[in-house]
Each structure stands twice: as C-alpha cells, then as structure tokens.
C-alpha cells in the first residue's frame, strides 16, 4: 500500500529530473562547436522523451495497482459480509432448534433417539432376553388392563398361582416377565408399568422402558386411543424387528354402558325378573350397539393413526372374559375379535421363529 501511495508522489519528482537533464544537456552543448550542439541537444531531447515515457509507465502500473488493491479489498468485503450473514443464519437457526426441541420438553415429547448397542445389551441383559424365544410386552396406559390382559391370552383366571396381580389401580410398577403354560410354548410374556404415570412419563417411556429389545409390542387401549399409544407406535416405526398390534379392551363394559342409555329409564340388564319384552329389547339394542362400537373403534384408531401420519392397523376388539374363553377354547357370546387376536400373534410368532428369529 506504501508503494501505491507514493506511486503519485514520485511522479513530480520524476518530471523535476527530467528538465534538469535536459537543461544540463542545453548547458554542455552550448560550449561545443556548433556543428556538434545539434546533436548532442536531440540526443538529450530524446533521452528525455524516453525517461519521460518510462514515467508515464511507472504512473500506470501503479495505478493498476491502486485499483486491484481496491478490487480486492472490495473482494474481502464483500466475503466477510457474506460469513457475517450465514452466521448470523445459522445463529437463528440452532436457535429456532433449540426453542423447538424445548417446546416439545415441555409438551411432554421427548426427542427422539436410537439405541446404541450397549443399551441394547445392558435391556436384553435386564430382561433375561432368550435366544429362540419371541418376547412380547403388554403396553399401555395405566388401568387399561395389562395384567388382566396377559392372564386371559395365557389361559389364567385372575386366582390362578401362577397369574400376574391384578387391580382397578396399576399394579404393576417394574417390568414382569412371565413364560407362557402352554407346552412347548416358545413365547415370554412382559408386563410394562403404565405409560403417563407419575414415575414413568410419556415420552421416556419407549427408550427408558427399553423396548426397542422386544419382538412383539400389543399396545392395549382403554376407552381412546390416548398420546402415549401414539408415542409407542410412533417410536416402534423405525425398528423393523418390531411387530405391534393395537388392542381395545373392556369391549364388554363400553358395550354395556351403551346400550343401558338406549333403554328405558330404570333398565336393569341384572334384573332376573325381567319381562320378555324388555330382554328381546335389549338384545336388539346391544346387537346394534355392539357393531357400532366396533366401527367407530376402528374409524378412531384410523384417524388418530392417520393423523400421526402411521399406517394403518387392524384393531383388535376384545373383552377379558372372552379372551380368557378364547384362549381355553371355549365359545364365548361376548368375544368380538379374541380368536383372531390369539390366530394372528402365533402367526407372527411362527414365522420369526422360522426365520431364526
């Protein structure tokens, strides 16, 4: 930069050097012989055109220089600018992600994530994972009838020895493993503490629970579909080795409570006195309330699935009383979907098995 502002300075200078020469040639010419002056005074007129022409290339490079030093700072500029920018973006962006990421803490969704393969052993450690068995946990919110659920599908009334506990509030606040009584059965049966209590929240539930270890994950559900059935489904989609099935249970009590609104004031489906009239009522009623149920079951699931951008599943309605029938072989008026639910989860259990499991 130095040399491109005194580039200008030294032209006057230059100049000044040149009339000095030329008049120092006008001074030695003028004591020569005249026939020589001539001479002598255009070899320095011409020697002066030359240094004057050399100036006048110094004045242009140096001015070329000028403006490419000018070219580039402007370049530098103009490219410090732009990093000003996409830093500033990138600032706003981690920031938005940030905010984003806090919100759904706050709604109660966690991030999510895979399980490293450490996880994955430390799970299938904790939870006796056997090789050549097909692992099945009973998932859902609490007091939607886990317990109850994995008692029926092995063939177990609620006193039998060997049943899992059973209540109207959870029960069930570690992970239980059960074998399956059946002979030859090749199927281990978990109990999950409910999802969206106060020790497990929903969005731990998956990974914490460790879940992602199972085969097999029927997500149980009582009255409706709530988030926390979602989130399990949600978190089961990226895990190939996952199959999952959705369960309505207590298909019976809902049927009931519908059809009591249909009838007449007072109506006591209990009453062992009641008339001919009323009984053939209610059985019409609870014919019709009982396929109502089921489609709007299924039209609810669907939508919510939908919603979540989840394919769809058949949703198998079922009730206690007819599953534990079901799984004894014994035909029961109040099954639904119990035989199809049993038919469907020794299919999947089959082919795993075939397929090395």
């Known amino acids: 930069m130095a040399f491109y502002l005194a580039a200008p300075l030294a032209v006057p200078v230059m100049v000044s050097a040149v009339s ?11 004591n020569w012989p005249v026939r020589s002056a001539r001479a002598k005074q255009m070899e320095a007129e011409e020697a002066a055109r030359k240094m004057e022409t050399l100036v006048q290339m110094a004045i242009l490079v140096a001015l070329s220089k000028t403006s490419e ?32 990421v806090e919100r759904k ?14 996880d994955i052993s430390r799970m299938k450690e904790r939870y006796h994972y056997s090789p050549g068995f097909i692992h099945i946990a009973v998932v859902g919110s609490a007091g939607a009838g886990k317990s109850s659920f994995i008692n029926a599908v092995r063939g177990l009334s609620k006193n039998d020895p060997v049943a899992a506990p059973t209540g109207i509030v959870e029960t069930t606040d570690t992970v239980t493993r059960y074998a399956d009584p059946h002979q030859d059965s090749r199927m281990i049966w978990y109990d999950i503490p409910g999802s969206g209590t106060p020790n497990v929240s929903d969005w731990q ?18 009255n409706r579909v709530l988030e926390s059935d979602l989130a ?12 999952a099935f959705i369960v309505r249970s207590k298909s019976d009590q809902h049927i009931n409570n519908m059809v009591c609104e249909k009838m007449p004031q007072g109506f006591d489906p209990c009453d062992p006195d009641m008339d001919t009239e009323t009984r053939s009522l209610f059985l019409l009623k609870k014919s019709e309330e009982r396929q109502r149920f089921i489609d709007e079951t299924s039209q609810s699931v669907q939508m919510h699935l939908e919603r979540e951008k989840l394919p769809p599943r058949k949703v198998y309605v079922i009730c206690m009383d007819g599953m534990l029938a079901t799984a004894n072989k014994i ?22 098995l075939q397929s090395g499991c």
């Open 69 to 100: 030093a000018e070219d580039s700072a402007k370049t530098a500029q103009n490219r410090l600018e732009e990093l000003q920018r996409l830093s500033a973006e990138a600032s706003r962006r981690a920031d938005e992600a940030r905010l984003a």
């Open 331 to 352: 035909r029961s008026s109040r099954a639904i979907d119990e035989a199809d639910l049993l038919s469907d989860v020794k299919g999947f259990v089959l082919k795993r």
């Open 205 to 222: 539930y998956f990974n914490d629970m460790g879940l992602y270890i199972f085969d097999c994950i029927i997500v149980l559900t009582d």
């Open 20 to 30: 000095a020469a030329v008049s120092a040639a006008s001074a030695v010419a003028a």
């Open 232 to 243: 399990i489904l949600r978190a089961c989609k990226p895990f190939k080795n996952i199959e």
């Open 105 to 118: 803490w706050f709604e109660g969704v966690r991030p999510e994530c895979r399980p490293s393969d450490e």
